[in-house]
């Protein structure tokens, strides 16, 4: 049964968490939002501010992370406490990374609307200047009715949305623009709505930010365990398991254990829109709570604190020079010349290969006498050393190809030899992302599977769908049409072959 509403077992209810200082019902006298915590939560005096977070982030866990940082979790304390594990998240995203938006999910501490309020009326102003807000994408959602509302009474006192900002104009070093959203809102159905509203702008041109605290008011030890459970099922990137954690986490009957994180629905709400997007990595960056600022923590009634990092993995780009191609070259003739004779292969030695030829990778190894294939076998499985691999495959492929007779010693003269070292699978959803000539192909369904190397397509003048139904009939064995039931994945091949022969 899916839930609708998180019962109150969970913890968190709209309260005042924090002081109001005085401003809670004071008019805006514009449409710009002035600061509400600074002088309590940060620095009200600009250099004091810019010190402040500058040394945060010199001190904080080093970044950036590899490949583009897509989302943050962050805390949203008063500095002193959380802004060094705050500065460990900042980190982890590129100074100089030319982000277009950035979208601050943020839960209210003080009303529940039903739905998300995004700030349409003016700017955001810290002590650092002002924060642009990008009015045409929040006219947009304001637009949308059904789970957001332009209401900037969410906005006036809720101090978990400024506090960001400072970090984000110290850090940031091209010019950006934010869409700042409280969510009203414990309803995972509303928050899910949100996110399909969201979704188009779920890009590597956007940076989303969630701004929470974990754990409020248990012990320190209590607050470490209720945490690392919190991130970890955050982390797993599946809204159901986040929302049993944190039900999990209410059961437990931790003493003072209020809330396992305040800004739930924000966090949820992200992982509607990262569920199911490929090549996205969840990072732990940073993890402490109240308890560990000294003087001012007490262990006994503490805050939690991480910074969680959402990055795009970096594809490791496997490029082999001329060098090594040359090497693996010869470990491969070496190997069909001993392979020919039925002599033992040579004797290799690790240490004498460059880094990248030590590295596990599938290679294929194709002979050709006369221009004519006389023996190709492979393996796609990086289990072993590149090197090793083309030894152990060049020599299969002399003496083990099952459609040839083994290599005779007097036709090593007329043998020239192609290796094929391939990169990682990458599985597809579309057949419309396959290359012809530049990807080959791997069909899997079941236990069976078969795959064509990308030079086929090319060899044989196949179209796209002939390349699909070919390898499905002839190489999987499931039947021409085999490969609109089964899983297919593409992956390249640095393609080498020996000159002069």
Not at 67 to 96: I, K, M
Request: with cysteine.
């Amino acid at each position: 049964m899916r839930l609708e509403i998180v019962p109150a077992l969970l913890g968190f209810v709209f309260v005042l968490v924090f002081p109001a200082f005085g401003r809670m019902n004071a008019p805006l006298d514009d449409t710009d939002r002035k600061p509400a915590v600074a002088g309590s939560f940060y620095p009200a005096d600009p250099a004091a501010l810019r010190n402040m977070v500058s040394a945060f982030l010199e001190n904080g866990q080093k970044g950036p992370l590899p490949g583009t940082v897509r989302a943050l979790v962050v805390p949203h304390a008063g500095y002193v406490f959380s802004g060094s594990v705050a500065a460990s998240g900042y980190n982890q995203v590129q100074a100089d990374y030319p982000y277009a938006r950035v979208f601050i999910l943020a839960s209210s501490h003080r009303l529940d609307l039903g739905k998300a309020s995004v700030f349409t009326e003016g700017d955001y102003l810290t002590p650092l200047g002002r924060v642009e807000v990008d009015r045409e994408v929040t006219a947009v959602l304001s637009g949308t009715r059904s789970c957001f509302t332009g209401d900037p009474e969410a906005h006036r006192e809720e101090h978990s949305v400024e506090v960001q900002l400072p970090f984000l104009q110290v850090r940031l070093n091209k010019p950006f623009k934010i869409v700042p959203i409280v969510l009203a809102t414990q309803t995972p159905s509303v928050c899910r709505k949100i996110a399909e509203a969201l979704k188009p702008y779920f890009t590597k041109d956007n940076l989303f930010v969630v701004s929470a605290d974990f754990s409020h008011y248990p012990s320190a030890d209590d607050a470490r365990k209720a945490d690392a459970a919190t991130a970890e099922g955050f982390c797993a990137n599946d809204p159901d398991r986040f929302l049993d954690v944190l039900r999990s986490n209410a059961r437990l009957g931790l003493p003072g254990l209020v809330t396992s994180m305040c800004a739930w629905p924000a966090a949820l709400t992200l992982l509607y829109l990262t569920e199911g997007v490929a090549d996205l990595e969840f990072t732990r960056v940073d993890s402490k709570n109240s308890g560990d600022v000294e003087p001012y923590g007490d262990k006994s009634r503490v805050v939690g604190y991480e910074a969680i990092a959402v990055s795009e993995r970096e594809e490791k780009k496997f490029e082999l020079s001329a060098e090594d191609r040359e090497v693996l070259l010869r470990i491969a003739r070496a190997s069909v010349e001993a392979a020919a004779k039925a002599e033992p292969l040579p004797g290799l030695a690790p240490g004498q290969y460059a880094p990248i030829l030590r590295e596990p990778a599938g290679a294929f190894v194709t002979l050709r006498k006369n221009g004519d294939l006389r023996g190709c076998l492979g393996t796609f499985e990086p289990r072993k050393p590149l090197f090793q691999v083309v030894q152990e495959i060049a020599a299969a492929s002399a003496v083990r190809d099952i459609r040839f007779p083994p290599v005779r010693p007097e036709e090593l003269d007329k043998i020239r030899i192609e290796i094929s070292v391939l990169t990682p699978r990458r599985k597809i959803k579309n057949i419309k992302e396959i290359e012809l000539g530049k990807h080959g192909l791997y069909i899997e369904k079941g236990n069976q599977h078969g795959t064509f190397l990308p030079q086929v397509a090319a060899e044989t003048g196949w179209t796209l769908r002939e390349f699909l139904g070919h390898c499905a009939q002839d190489k999987a064995g499931i039947g021409w049409n085999g490969w609109k039931q089964a899983d297919i994945y593409v992956y390249e091949a640095l393609i080498f072959e020996e000159s002069g022969r």
